[in-house]
């Protein structure tokens, strides 16, 4: 599988994530949750990533999956240690640490990271921020299908 993934157009310092992905000081993405969600337990190693940042219909980075690891049931306490612990490769701002502090989290570790020539986005509207596809043509202009969750089903 592939996935599409959307990066804060703010990020650390004021930088942007996708930036900071680019530029290698971000090597970890984060999803969470109250419950399991997307993409937990969903994307595994050796799978390709690629960036778009929100607010934009330009996908322009891609990565390689080293790592992942899934939480579940996470106390307070257990999720600031874990944010904490991997800040130096996740680089969260203040508010990025409160969005993310929930009870299931996939944290999710980078390598081969480059950008790429700019692929156009065909955006529909009942996409969310983390897409699983057969292949990024899927979401495409000129080559993109109706996209659905079957790849997403736990």
């Not at 992905?21 to 050796?46: F, Q, W």
């Not at 390689?64 to 996740?90: A, F, G, M, T, W």
């Not at 480059?114 to 495409?140: C, G, R, Y």
Request: aromatic letters at 8%; one cysteine or more.
């Amino acid at each position: 599988m592939e996935h599409l993934v959307y990066c804060d157009n703010t990020g650390k310092k004021g930088e942007r994530e996708l930036d900071l992905i680019l530029d290698k000081k971000k090597t970890m993405v984060i999803r969470g949750a109250a419950g399991r969600k997307i993409p937990h337990s969903r994307v595994y190693e050796n799978e390709k990533l690629y960036f778009i940042e929100k607010g934009t219909k330009q996908i322009c980075a891609k990565a390689i999956v080293s790592k992942v690891e899934n939480y579940i049931k996470l106390s307070d306490d257990e999720i600031k240690l874990l944010l904490e612990k991997n800040q130096s490769q996740l680089q969260l701002t203040e508010k990025q640490k409160e969005r993310w502090h929930r009870k299931c989290i996939c944290l999710v570790t980078l390598k081969n990271i480059e950008a790429i020539t700019p692929l156009q986005f065909s955006h529909q509207s009942n996409m969310d921020d983390w897409l699983i596809l057969n292949k990024i043509e899927d979401v495409v202009v000129g080559t993109s299908i109706d996209y659905n969750y079957d790849n997403a089903k736990f």
